[in-house]
């Protein structure tokens, strides 16, 4: 129980009336609910569709952004913001692309991939409400979740001593591969195989260029996994509602 609600303290701003200590083996466990926290924003997200409804789709799309904006207290749109300044000003190097990242300014580079990202997430949504498409949207913050499990497990943690390499040092390895293949077809049973594998295409982009500038993964580039294939999904998503 406490590591569900270490996950939902961490990745939302749902106010949560316990605190505690966690302990390092809580951090590791946390990640295996990762995805269901996901699905609980995207449950929140599907309540406030039906009730917002399908006329102005524009406007109540704005909507929608803002209450998952605000749920998640914009935790990984801050990750895909300092990614964005790394691998702009970085010039190849990872001391300097890891420098960067712990830099808490926002760069020109960074405030346009927010844009750009934010507003294919409010077009996509326009449409998604047009059409009412609860069960994509359901999947989507999910699917934007499980890229953190997924690289996790696929790739290694670069900065020594921070709260992602005590994640993954403690990540029952076994469970979370089970639980990552369970969500995903459990996404492919909601949504279609589509949505699937654009974000399996994502995770694998992000992978690469991660280990091809970092040699591998930081808490950054976890954040900016989430907004990129959110992001891409939804979009896919849209494409063929």
Not at 136 to 144: D, E, K, R, S
Not at 161 to 178: D, Y
Not at 210 to 217: D, E, H, K, Q, T
Request: glycine share 8%; with cysteine; aromatic share 8%.
């Amino acid at each position: 129980m406490h590591s569900l609600l270490l996950a939902l303290q961490f990745l939302t701003r749902i106010p949560l009336p316990v605190y505690f200590e966690p302990s390092e083996r809580q951090w590791g466990h946390s990640v295996l609910f990762y995805p269901f926290v996901g699905l609980l924003i995207g449950l929140m997200l599907v309540l406030a569709l039906g009730l917002l409804g399908t006329e102005q789709p524009a406007l109540k799309a704005a909507m929608l952004l803002i209450l998952w904006v605000g749920i998640t207290g914009g935790l990984h749109l801050d990750g895909l913001a300092d990614c964005a300044d790394a691998w702009a000003g970085g010039m190849s190097s990872p001391e300097r692309s890891l420098a960067i990242m712990k830099d808490p300014a926002a760069g020109p580079i960074a405030v346009i991939w927010l844009i750009l990202v934010l507003m294919v997430k409010w077009a996509a949504l326009v449409e998604i409400v047009k059409q009412s498409d609860a069960e994509a949207l359901l999947m989507v913050p999910m699917l934007g979740r499980l890229a953190i499990m997924a690289l996790m497990l696929t790739a290694p943690y670069v900065r020594p001593g921070g709260l992602g390499e005590k994640m993954i040092v403690n990540l029952p390895v076994t469970l979370a591969r089970l639980s990552l293949a369970a969500w995903l077809i459990c996404a492919i049973w909601f949504a279609g195989w589509m949505p699937v594998l654009v974000a399996l295409l994502v995770w694998l982009a992000i992978r690469y260029l991660a280990l091809r500038r970092l040699g591998g993964v930081t808490g950054d580039v976890y954040g900016a996994a989430v907004e990129l294939s959110e992001a891409a999904v939804l979009a896919a998503v849209a494409m063929y509602v």
